[in-house]
Nanobody, 126 residues
Framework: QVQLVESGGGLVQAGGSLGLSCAAS????????MGWFRHPPGKEREFVAA????????VYADSVKGRFTISRDNTKNTVFLQMNSLKPEDTAVYSC???????????????????WGQGTQVTVSS
């Protein structure tokens, strides 16, 4: 069982930056690939970014590539999402998720993820 708790959301003006954190419980964090997803108002949940178990592989949605950076610290059981050059269309509830892996792969498919956090609101004003 893994419990995930996000923090760092808030209100920011367009062009600004925010950093999200996701703290995981348990001693097996390093066996999980981690992902960030977001749920914009009135839309389906969508993939944002993912990072492999080792942290050596990452993948991003085209809409955030070059603006967002995912990273992890396995010694602190934490995954991060640094968001720069924010746009109003980035407004959403952002959730982290954990994908149990036996390799160093990763996935952009929400159905691959086993555990989810409750989410943190990010609002970007124009």
């Amino acid at each position: 069982q893994v419990q995930l708790v996000e923090s760092g959301g808030g209100l920011v003006q367009a062009g600004g930056s925010l950093g999200l954190s996701c703290a995981a419980s348990g001693r097996t964090f390093s066996r999980y690939a981690m992902g960030w997803f977001r749920h914009p108002p009135g839309k389906e949940r969508e993939f944002v970014a993912a990072i492999s178990v080792s942290g050596g592989r990452t993948v991003y949605a085209d809409s955030v590539k070059g603006r967002f950076t995912i990273s992890r610290d396995n010694t602190k059981n934490t995954v991060f999402l640094q968001m720069n050059s924010l746009k109003p269309e980035d407004t959403a509830v952002y959730s982290c998720a954990a994908d149990r892996r036996f390799d160093d792969g990763l996935s952009s498919n929400k159905d691959a993820y086993d555990y989810w956090g409750q989410g943190t609101q990010v609002t970007v004003s124009s």
